[in-house]
T-cell receptor, first 117, second 111 residues
């Protein structure tokens, strides 16, 4: 059963520390999304990649957030330094790219729950 | 940029009752997706609509997209406690395949 895998599932860290979240997209999916979910803002798109190239990271605070895809099986989202306002659930999602035109959808991981104290 | 508004924000119904959740877009929808999320879990895909007037059903859930492709509704018939969760609509902007989401509707079903 193919799925998007995210690690860690839960993370508690102190303000100022670096946080790295990892995502393994479904094999063969060429588009990867990073979303952040909070009670106040709902689900926000932070960045997304196609064929490992960043297409749009306009939703991401540039000064402390960075997203990369070192290879087709790994996407990372890094926060440095972390702040309490970064506390949220971070979701990774992937989709087959072109095939989504025909009605397929994107698949979400279970999220990384981040708490910055 | 495209925005999605969902209503109501939250909903409490008695088990067995029908309910409807709405999603309205500021622009024409190229693809409209409905997801369900349980607390502490990821989003589970429910249905996707593309054509004006399209309607799809899965078990007791029916989703519709209006002819103008700017509004969608999700209807649950004879609700059950298992239907409880957050329902989110997502829209494909058509040009980039970027998926944005509405603010969500929190549904509670009382036994």
């Amino acid at each position: 059963d193919a799925r998007v895998t995210q690690t860690p599932r839960h993370k508690v860290t102190e303000m100022g520390q670096e946080v790295t979240m990892r995502c393994q997209p479904i094999l063969g999916h060429n588009t990867v999304f990073w979303y952040r979910q909070t009670m106040m803002q709902g689900l926000e798109l932070l960045a997304y990649f196609r064929n490992r190239a960043p297409l749009d990271d306009s939703g991401m605070p540039k000064d402390r957030f960075s997203a990369e895809m070192p290879d087709a099986t790994l996407a990372t989202l890094k926060i440095q330094p972390s702040e309490p306002r970064d506390s949220a659930v971070y979701f990774c999602a992937s989709d087959p790219g072109q095939a989504r035109v025909s009605g397929n959808t994107i698949y979400f991981g279970e999220g990384s729950w981040l708490t910055v104290v | 940029s495209q925005e999605l508004e969902q209503s109501p924000q939250s909903l409490i119904v008695q088990e067995g009752k029908n309910l409807t959740i709405n999603c309205t877009s500021s622009k024409t929808l190229y693809g409209l997706y409905w997801y369900k999320q349980k607390y502490g879990e990821g989003l589970i895909f429910l249905m996707m609509l593309q054509k004006g007037g399209e309607e799809k059903s899965h078990e007791k859930i029916t989703a519709k997209l209006d002819e103008k492709k700017q509004q969608s509704s999700l209807h649950i018939t004879a609700s059950q406690p298992s239907h409880a969760g957050i329902y989110l609509c997502g829209a494909d902007d058509g040009a980039t395949n970027k998926l944005i989401f509405g603010t969500g509707t929190l549904l509670a079903v009382q036994p």
